[in-house]
């Protein structure tokens, strides 16, 4: 009797540990959402409070208007022989050589990020006795406007540039894009393959992210992309000298920018407040890996299966971003891959470390399109 008594008592005072036990650990899994909620609840004010402080205090920055202030002569003529359309109430400037008793075919220059239409300044001259000109600057860049608040995505841009096409009326034309441009160039391929509209005919491509997986951005890209570190990095961080060494380290080592160059480049990410749309700019990067087969697609078309839009890649290898490595693997992946690999000494802007090379290259390709 004694034992079963002894027994009954020490089951009782396991079950009772067993029972506080369960409590404890009840209690504490409840206790800990609270706190959760707490740490997110304050996570959300700090980013709205950051926000507000944000948009409160003013710029750094100053706000120049045009005709901008200490700039080079040809950036101040190469703006002033433009002009400016409406694309969903934002002014996009642009400048053409069209002329309606003209046979040249037209070619539409897109540039990249975070330049401009100037990029292609010292290359009009020797194609205009080629080609009919178009050349402008993309929503956010440049002269154009750059609206704080807005979404800014590659299938933006190449909506603004069918939209420019139909405001000149222009029916065919060829495309030499760069950097960003290229992914724009890359959406408008797949568009017309998709449609079957033979309006565009050949594409060239400059430095870029054809291949996004083989894409190197540089560390000032990444941390300017971040959606809400970068808003502060660009507002407070992107001096001119740091902005002229994420440009300068593009070039490569060895043919680095000009002090007016990087002047004028600086300027124009100023205008009209440039500096609050490069975080939102910057989504491209993500852009590319989310439609990377239909990007990457578009230009592995096989020529034995259907016709393939004409295709040619220039490139400078010294890029770190996008340049030898991605000519190689462009060159190996590509079915019946056409493209030139510039001087070594060549880095991520082929317009303005080697026009003559740039230039030499893209008419050989279109000598050889009219045969």
Known sequence: TTQRTMNNASQRKVH???????????????SLFPQCRSVAAASLILI????????????????????????????????????????????????????PDSNLPTLVLIHGFPTSSLDWAVMWPDLMGQFQLIAFDM????????????????????????????????????????DLGVSVAQELIARASESGDASL???????????PALHRPLLAQLLLAHPIAGRFLSRYFVSKRVFSKSITAAFGPHIP???ELLEDYYALILHK?????????????????????RWVGSITCDEQERTCMPIFLINGPADPISGSHLFHHYMKHVPHAKGQLLAAAVGHFPPLQDSKGVLQAFKTFHSKLSL
């Open 273 to 293: 407040d440039g500096w609050r749309v490069i975080t939102p700019l910057l989504g491209y990067m993500q852009e590319r890996r989310d439609h990377n087969d």
């Open 257 to 259: 920018p000009t002090q």
């Open 48 to 99: 709205i409070v950051a926000h507000l402080v944000y948009d409160a205090i003013p710029s750094p920055h100053p706000h120049p208007a045009f005709p901008l202030e200490g700039v080079s002569d040809s950036l101040v003529q190469w703006y002033e022989s433009g002009e400016y359309f409406n694309f969903h109430g934002s002014a996009i400037f642009y400048k053409h050589t069209l002329r």
């Open 16 to 30: 009772s540990n067993k029972e506080t036990s369960n409590s404890s650990a009840h209690h504490t899994s409840h």
């Open 139 to 178: 929503l956010g860049f440049g002269l154009s406007d750059k609206p704080a608040d807005h979404l800014y995505t590659v299938m933006l841009q190449a909506n603004l540039t069918v939209a420019l096409l139909g405001h000149l009326h222009v029916t065919k034309y060829h495309i030499l894009a760069h």
């Open 201 to 211: 005919q050949s594409v060239v491509f400059l430095n870029g992210g054809l291949f």
